[in-house]
């Protein structure tokens, strides 16, 4: 699949216009339409970062999709084990994203070591009654 069907077809699919992904992503309504047209209309990897950043933050969960189209694979048929692929997951994500995942991942592990230390002391608690 070409770029611009990919990205045509996600906007479709998430039901996103051009002209608020215009204003969002700062990119003229007319240039997004060239683009998804394949009328000339050529973007920068700034500009489609732009562009995928706005998607996503219109539908989260577009910037994975567009990926996934363009990676050959079928986004709508995808198994529950493709779509917890850590990897296509993180590169899913915008940086605030991430933070905010890495963040919830040191939780759990502060939570789960909480629960060990309390777990070991009443298990020691148990051995000098």
């Known amino acids: 699949m070409l770029i611009h069907e990919a990205f045509d077809r996600t ?11 215009s204003g ?3 990119v ?17 990897h700034t500009t489609l970062e732009r562009l995928l950043a706005a998607m996503d933050e219109m539908a989260p969960g577009a910037k994975l999709y ?12 995808l198994t529950m084990e493709d779509s917890l692929d850590p990897v296509l997951l ?5 940086g605030r994203q991430v933070a905010s995942l890495l963040n919830a991942i040191a939780d759990r592990f ?17 051995v000098a009654v």
């Open 11 to 21: 906007l479709k699919k998430q039901s996103i216009s051009a002209k608020t992904l």
């Open 24 to 26: 969002l992503a700062k």
């Open 28 to 44: 003229s309504e007319a240039h997004i339409s060239q683009f998804r047209n394949g009328k000339g209309g050529d973007v920068s």
């Open 66 to 77: 567009f990926c996934l189209l363009l990676a050959g694979k079928n986004p709508d048929r």
């Open 90 to 94: 993180v590169d899913s994500l915008s």
């Open 110 to 126: 502060s939570l789960t070591a909480s629960e060990s230390n309390d777990s070991a002391s009443h298990s020691a608690e148990q």
